[in-house]
């Protein structure tokens, strides 16, 4: 029997997420962004439609690669204006009732202590919905912004991230015993003080001495997502994530990564096939072809050139404006993000890409594929993806929001569920458990968080 695909939608607290220009659109409510509203019937439109999750990415700082300075993502609103993404998530909960969201976060500006506390109330809000992913960051903006002349090199920042999951483990499944809270209303008793453990963290980048603040969230642990993958952090991955968000503009170019990321998590003691990989892509779809054909037309004439090439001078730290629209993008190895560089320079040998070749692809969705047609059109090369690239399910960008999101649901989920390939209704209980079906929703045993989970003594009687 054929695996069941996953969804996510993939978007960001802002106007332009991943296809600039678009925002101009007549039927796009992007600019809406403000209120909570637009993203509450969001979150029912993808539960209406059996979505995994609402992935929503994030940055700590302007794109300002592109023209040494922020004028053309501001002028174009490529991911600035951009509000906090934590902070929409509990309405959208509150909305819903199966629906998971990822929130990304960056391990390099979030104390460990503060941040533990936050995703702990978010999980309990969500009654058991949260998910973190984790990033290190790839802007020397933000890094300004914080209080650096710029950010930590590329590698240093994994180790860095080492050392911050073990802290957090500690507070998420050390700290408090699973039985510490009583709430014990005649004894007067909420919380049995000797089921709360002091975390004592002395390690490279951070020293605590601290109880958790918290008491357990139904997961304790979120469920922890990862998205780079370059080759240091796959390994980061293969070690911690339990679902990994890949991109790449074609199959033949993320094959080679999802297999590298199976062998490193089986390396790591952990059943390869338990991590869950999304591929970046972006779907348009029509009741026939040359319907589907004529709504890409139209959403190409909104496209901003510029916007596409900002948002790609600051995944890979190139100045685009310095280079001429016919001239081939040569690979450049700095501390910005690796995996957008090396998808156009290193990932399919048989082709290399113009400075023009890119802004045209980046315009809409982003540096992953877009798949035009019908329904069954569009399930066939999803069909075809996996099987070619191994993933498990896909992270679908928007061109036109809540327009594309509204399509998939309306049009491919049905069609997805016909061939027996998609969910006809959620699971019960934690996000963890309906990703993954692991009883009970905390994180299994050979995770190298579990093995921080604090284990009561048993005092043998005389």
């Not at 029997?1 to 069941?4: A, L």
């Given at each position: 029997?054929?695996?069941?695909i996953?969804?996510?939608?993939?978007?960001?607290?802002?106007?332009?997420?991943?296809?600039?220009?678009?925002?101009?659109?007549?039927?796009?409510?992007?600019?809406?962004?403000?209120?909570?509203?637009?993203?509450?019937?969001?979150?029912?439109?993808?539960?209406?439609?059996?979505?995994?999750?609402?992935?929503?990415?994030?940055?700590?700082?302007?794109y300002?690669?592109?023209?040494?300075?922020?004028?053309?993502?501001?002028?174009?609103?490529?991911?600035?204006?951009?509000?906090?993404?934590?902070?929409?998530?509990?309405?959208?909960?509150?909305?819903?009732?199966?629906?998971?969201?990822?929130?990304t976060?960056?391990?390099?500006?979030?104390?460990?202590y503060?941040?533990?506390?936050?995703?702990?109330?978010?999980?309990?809000?969500?009654?058991?919905?949260?998910?973190?992913?984790?990033?290190?960051?790839?802007?020397?903006?933000?890094?300004r912004?914080?209080?650096?002349?710029?950010?930590?090199?590329?590698?240093?920042?994994?180790?860095?991230?080492?050392?911050?999951?073990?802290?957090?483990?500690?507070?998420?499944?050390?700290?408090w015993?699973?039985?510490?809270?009583?709430?014990?209303?005649?004894?007067?008793?909420?919380?049995?003080?000797?089921?709360?453990?002091?975390?004592?963290?002395?390690?490279?980048?951070?020293?605590?001495?601290?109880?958790h603040?918290?008491?357990?969230?139904?997961?304790?642990?979120?469920?922890?997502?990862?998205?780079?993958?370059?080759?240091?952090?796959?390994?980061?991955?293969?070690?911690?994530?339990?679902?990994?968000?890949?991109?790449?503009?074609?199959?033949?170019?993320?094959?080679?990564?999802?297999?590298?990321?199976?062998?490193?998590?089986?390396?790591?003691?952990?059943?390869?096939?338990?991590?869950?990989?999304?591929?970046?892509?972006?779907?348009?779809?029509?009741?026939?072809?040359?319907?589907?054909?004529?709504?890409?037309?139209?959403?190409?004439?909104?496209?901003?050139?510029?916007?596409?090439?900002?948002?790609?001078?600051?995944?890979?730290?190139?100045?685009?404006?310095?280079?001429?629209?016919?001239?081939?993008?040569?690979?450049?190895?700095n501390?910005?993000?690796?995996?957008?560089?090396?998808?156009?320079?290193?990932?399919?040998?048989?082709?290399?890409?113009?400075?023009?070749?890119?802004a045209?692809?980046?315009?809409?969705?982003?540096?992953?594929?877009?798949?035009?047609?019908?329904p069954?059109?569009?399930?066939?090369?999803?069909?075809?993806?996996?099987?070619?690239?191994g993933?498990?399910?896909?992270?679908?960008?928007?061109?036109?929001?809540?327009?594309?999101?509204?399509?998939?649901?309306?049009?491919?989920?049905?069609?997805?569920?016909?061939?027996?390939?998609?969910?006809?209704?959620?699971v019960?209980?934690?996000?963890?458990?309906?990703?993954?079906?692991?009883?009970?929703?905390?994180?299994?045993?050979?995770?190298?968080?579990?093995?921080?989970?604090?284990?009561?003594?048993?005092?043998?009687?005389?």
């Open positions: 029997m054929s695996k069941e996953r969804l996510n939608a993939f978007a960001m607290n802002c106007v332009v997420h991943q296809s600039p220009g678009l925002w101009r659109h007549p039927r796009d409510r992007s600019t809406e962004y403000t209120k909570l509203s637009y993203w509450t019937e969001l979150a029912q439109t993808l539960e209406r439609g059996k979505f995994d999750g609402l992935f929503l990415a994030d940055v700590l700082g302007p300002d690669v592109y023209g040494h300075g922020p004028d053309a993502a501001l002028a174009g609103a490529i991911q600035i204006p951009v509000n906090d993404p934590m902070l929409i998530v509990p309405a959208m909960a509150q909305a819903t009732r199966h629906l998971g969201f990822g929130v976060s960056n391990i390099s500006y979030e104390p460990p503060t941040f533990a506390r936050r995703m702990t109330t978010l999980d309990h809000l969500t009654e058991g919905r949260a998910g973190w992913n984790i990033v290190t960051g790839y802007l020397d903006s933000a890094a912004a914080t209080g650096s002349m710029q950010q930590t090199a590329h590698d240093a920042r994994y180790d860095q991230a080492e050392d911050y999951m073990e802290l957090l483990y500690k507070l998420w499944e050390g700290s015993e699973d039985d510490a809270v009583l709430r014990d209303r005649a004894g007067g008793l909420y919380t049995d003080p000797a089921k709360v453990h002091s975390v004592s963290h002395h390690g490279s980048h951070y020293r605590l001495d601290a109880i603040l918290s008491e357990p969230s139904p997961q304790r642990t979120p469920v922890l997502y990862q998205a780079g993958t370059s080759p240091r952090g796959r390994e980061f991955a293969a070690r911690h994530a339990e679902c990994v968000f890949v991109s790449g503009p074609s199959a033949k170019v993320l094959a080679p990564r999802v297999a590298d990321l199976r062998r490193l998590t089986a390396a790591y003691g952990r059943e390869p096939d338990t991590l869950k990989i999304f591929a970046l892509m972006t779907v348009i779809l029509g009741e026939t072809e040359v319907a589907a054909r004529a709504k890409y037309d139209e959403y190409r004439s909104y496209v901003s050139h510029e916007g596409a090439l900002t948002l790609m001078s600051g995944w890979t730290g190139v100045d685009f404006s310095t280079l001429s629209l016919d001239e081939k993008v040569r690979h450049v190895t501390d910005a993000g690796r995996s957008a560089m090396d998808n156009i320079t290193r990932g399919d040998p048989d082709r290399i890409w113009t400075v023009r070749e890119v045209e692809h980046v315009a809409i969705g982003g540096i992953g594929p877009v798949l035009i047609g019908t069954a059109q569009v399930a066939d090369r999803l069909e075809s993806f996996i099987v070619e690239t993933v498990d399910g896909f992270n679908l960008a928007y061109a036109v929001t809540p327009e594309t999101f509204q399509d998939v649901v309306d049009l491919l989920v049905p069609e997805l569920q016909a061939r027996g390939r998609y969910k006809q209704d959620y019960p209980g934690t996000l963890r458990e309906k990703l993954s079906g692991v009883k009970g929703g905390h994180l299994p045993s050979t995770h190298p968080g579990a093995r921080l989970r604090h284990v009561p003594v048993t005092v043998a009687a005389e």
